[in-house]
């Protein structure tokens, strides 16, 4: 293993790879150091580019924190997310489709009961949002588990405010459980459009290549339940600009829904309702 | 924009970067996410296989530091580095190999005349190592800059101590220039054959491949000079058992030297002298 060059070296990191005793990380490893290596050799990469991608995820590490995961974003915006998402989530028709998980939720988000104002302060108009939880055979999930997370009217969510936010101070985020009718209903704040935060070198890199980091409005679901796949996907919002363009490709058609709205009535301030039923896989299917 | 899926995504995210207006970064990033998600349908990346890979690029942030750089290391383990380096360094017959620049050049190294001890107290059998800089038409090339960094008889690195040092104190390490006949020469330390750093992430990826983390001695070099292109470079001990199984893939044969041993005689000492001539490329070919 002397005198490796530019032609021999893709194959003599595969034979110092032969003896994993993990195939399935053998199999990994082979087929990235194979692409890694085509890539490079595709583009002559120069050392400058190099250099340039050793900082780019050195600034990517460091600036990645239990607040904000750049390194998702990066995933996002390439396009992989939403990659490994589809491919992973082929489903039965009738079940609502997954996307992207984005880099935004949090473990132990607080527990709320059906009825509670989950937005705990954030601001925005009030959104009531109401659904059913079934299973591709229509028939209802009790009890099941539904993370929610979202952005304010400003764009931003709980965990990027400057003061951000013990974890008893969250907001716009809860955790429910669906009723015996496999029924959920909370309020919360409308969510708004937003850029994922493009302030790193994630957007940095945006901006270099022309291309806006907005996202449509949107909440976020996670729906967990015995016997069941676990289902992350998105609710979007009808209307919105940025649906044909999202900065991370994960609009899908099926998800999109009506948010309506109702006027300010009677000294009442306007509010939005959103319904919406999500349909779980079966866990053997 | 809408639906996209597993086999449109590509195309969407290609689009998406198509009106960049570097035409170099587009050529770049169009074939990284062509490679990319390439890799990813090929192995069927899994979701949890996806968070692993996102928790790996996290940690190797993490504990890169100004003294520590994982992602270089990922580069050498993986063989991009040396191939980055020798699709850059086509030469003409004759001049000196280039190899891996490695993690641990430090800028900004002392400066010392020829025929100091760079050791600065580096632990190890005094080397004194000799050598003249050339250009390819073997004329000397005066005055060229010249930095060298080395481990010590431990296999550690300056930076890598537990105190590790103030820019002032850095050991085994330097940069001198080569008089007016080219020649340079210096004290030093014996290097040593060395594991590169293994307690983060990169080192759990090499043993869970059971790949070892060694490197053969050497001794790092990089020399500038006017009118030349820069060399970066290693000169490797003759006989170390790692010259076989760089873990980094950086050995040429024609980098290896005699590096003779001189036994105690006489009261004193044993002592270590290597004698390299360097031949730099003229910047222009």
């Not at 994993?20 to 692409?35: C, D, F, G």
């Not at 990469?45 to 590490?61: H, M, N, P, R």
């Not at 600036?63 to 974003?73: G, M, P, S, Y």
Request: one cysteine or more; hydrophobic letters at 40%; a negative charge.
């Amino acid at each position: 293993m002397r005198n490796i060059d530019e032609h021999t070296i893709t194959q003599a990191v595969l034979e110092a790879m032969a003896n994993s005793p993990n195939e399935r990380l053998r199999t990994v490893m082979t087929s990235l150091v194979n692409h890694l290596h085509a890539f490079a050799r595709e583009v002559q990469l120069t050392e400058e580019e190099w250099w340039k991608g050793i900082e780019f995820l050195t600034a990517a590490g460091h600036i990645t924190n239990d607040k904000r995961q750049e390194f998702i974003l990066l995933s996002d915006v390439l396009g992989l997310s939403t990659l490994v998402t589809a491919q992973n989530n082929v489903k039965p028709a009738g079940c609502t489709e997954s996307t992207v998980f984005g880099p935004f939720y949090v473990e132990s988000a607080p527990r709320y009961e059906n009825g509670a104002d989950i937005a705990n302060g954030a601001k925005g108009t009030p959104c009531y949002v109401a659904g059913t939880v079934k299973g591709l055979d229509g028939k209802p999930v009790a009890n099941a588990k539904i993370n929610v997370w979202q952005s304010d009217e400003d764009g931003f969510y709980d965990v990027q405010q400057p003061n951000a936010a013990s974890e008893h101070e969250h907001r716009a985020r809860g955790e429910l459980r669906s009723d015996a009718e496999g029924k959920f209903h909370f309020r919360s704040i409308l969510a708004n459009f937003y850029p994922i935060p493009h302030d790193g070198p994630v957007g940095a890199m945006l901006a270099h290549m022309a291309r806006h980091p907005w996202r449509p409005a949107h909440l976020h679901f996670m729906i967990e339940a015995p016997g069941y796949q676990r289902l992350i996907t998105h609710v979007f919002r009808d209307g919105d600009k940025y649906l044909d363009s999202d900065a991370v490709f994960g609009v899908r058609s099926s998800l999109i829904a009506d948010w309506v709205k109702h006027e300010a009535k009677d000294g009442e301030p306007a509010f939005y309702t959103l319904d919406y039923d999500f349909v779980l896989n079966p866990a053997s299917a």
